[in-house]
């Protein structure tokens, strides 16, 4: 190729980066990079089948080690947490007396639902907070969080 030849790896290496773009799989880029070790090989050396290899090597190399990587940590977020399971763990303020003989309507993340004690020999007093421990149905079952004394 004369010597010119890097600029046919750097070439394919940005028309890689363009296509990554669209596919978002890092696979593309990754064979960009490939292309682009290619493309620096060429400047120093006058060997297009040095330049394969060095690219090829390169290329598999980041598919192998850095993209596995790159992926777990580009899918790994917080989880989304549904449904009642969000309320798990919600704190309130009892407004009135709650006994497993008499419920209460609580106000726990912005709706109504009725609270009785997890613990149904527990009274729970008006104006102690509680905390929901469990959900069944359209009932929360909560706990009197302990006061922290200092």
């Known amino acids: 190729m004369g010597g010119m030849d890097w600029l046919i790896w ?6 890689l980066v363009v296509a990554e773009l669209f596919s978002l799989d890092l696979i593309l880029l990754m064979l960009a990079c490939g292309a682009f070790a290619g493309a620096i ?29 790159l992926v777990a940590r580009l899918h790994h977020g917080p989880e989304l947490i549904l449904g009642t399971r969000k309320l798990l763990g919600c704190r309130a303020i009892a407004p009135g007396t709650i006994s497993a003989h008499q419920p209460c309507q609580l106000k726990i ?41 200092l």
Do not use: K
Request: charged content about 15%; cysteine-free; aromatic content about 6%.
């Open 10 to 15: 750097l070439g394919a290496g940005a028309l």
């Open 109 to 149: 993340d912005g709706e109504l639902w009725t609270a009785q004690p997890y613990d149904e020999h527990l009274v729970i007093e008006p104006g102690t907070t509680v905390e929901v421990l469990e959900i069944r149905g359209a009932t929360a079952y909560v706990h009197p969080v302990p006061e922290l004394e």
């Open 41 to 69: 090989t060429g400047v120093f050396v006058d060997s297009v089948v040095l330049e394969a290899i060095v690219a090829l090597v390169v290329a598999i190399g980041m598919l192998g080690v850095v993209r596995p990587s």
